[in-house]
């Protein structure tokens, strides 16, 4: 179930070395797998949808992998069963889900009639791309993750040289609370380029026009973009699977905790010996060739390998000007190398399973 960083993977790897003894379905909501990595580029206009996404379907063909374009909504792992939205349901030996997270703070009032979250990102990239104009003048974006922070800056960009106006407002009482020296460079970067960042600012309730914040004061927008850290699919609590904070408990082989035929990767998934592990797409990736061996090596009743989260990763952040800001193990460093050097990064992920 998914299309996510880790199962790109697992087809990539069924592509490689077919499984002759056994059939596989994908089940997705989406056959376009988008790369979260150069949304932000694509906001700044560096970008064009195509260079940002992999159609699973001919990915899927190569890798002799049945697709079915259908979101699924439960699992019975007792039944060994999978229910899709029209009510049918597939059965299963093995099952691997790697579907991500939704955006967190859905629930505030207001978020679903007026904001543009960032998750479904593929309905995020075709609604960004649709944009009229008159979104351009005054833009909020709530949530100061990586993410948000990048949205802001290249929203900025986007509309280079017209009179736009972007505020960036986050609950938590500084910016990248684990990464102060690269939250300062960001900061400096903001006032430069005329861009307002606010921590501490929480919003109660989202009216046509204007949020509302909590303690009082409210802020005007044309466009609000929602981005604020991740929640998890109703999927799993709804499943009766053990969960930590609604994502799917697994253990360092990427099983479920009590399920051993069930597998779970990226976003969706905590580990239990690493519960803090940021939702980042970078553990998603490395989680991939784990998952790709510990299938197989389920099926043939093999041994499985363990996964062990990285303590850290390199962060590039694209603000939208041709340069990025980049973090490597307490080292900030920015300017146009930075950006060359994410750029070829994410064209490359993203060219090794269009050329498959
Ligand atoms: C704007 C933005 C920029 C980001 N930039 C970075 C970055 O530079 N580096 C980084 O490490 N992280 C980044 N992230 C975070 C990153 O996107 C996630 O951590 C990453 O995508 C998680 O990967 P995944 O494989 O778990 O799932 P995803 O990549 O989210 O893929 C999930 C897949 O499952 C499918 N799916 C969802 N629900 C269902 C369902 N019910 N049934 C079937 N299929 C389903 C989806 O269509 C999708 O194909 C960014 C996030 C955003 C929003």
Redesign the pocket.
Known sequence: ????????QVLESLANRPLADASVTL????H??????M??GLVARQYQIPDLTVD?RPLAATAGVRVVE????RIDPNQRRLV??DDTALDYTVASI????R?AGLDVPGVLEHALP?????E?VYRIEQLDDSSRRQILVVGGG??GI??AFCLQSRWRGERTEVTLVDGARALLPKRRRLARRVLAAAKARGLEMKSSTVVQEVKPGRVTLVGGGSIPYGLLVW?AG?AS?P?FTESGIETIRGFATTRRTLQLLHHDHVFA?????TLADYPETP???????RQGPILSHNLRAALRGEPLRSYRPQDD?L??L?LGDGTALGWWKGLVAGGRLAMRL?DRI?RRFVERFRQL
């Open positions: 179930m998914g299309g996510g960083h880790s199962h790109l089940v997705v909501d989406d376009r797998a988008v790369y979260s990595g949304v932000p699973l259908k979101p699924a909504i899709l939205a790697n579907i991500g997270a955006v960032t998750r479904p990102i593929g995020f990586a993410a990048e949205l981005a991740a699919h999927l990767a990226g976003d969706c998934a939702k980042a797409g970078v553990y998603a990736v990763f962060t590039l694209n994410k994410d």
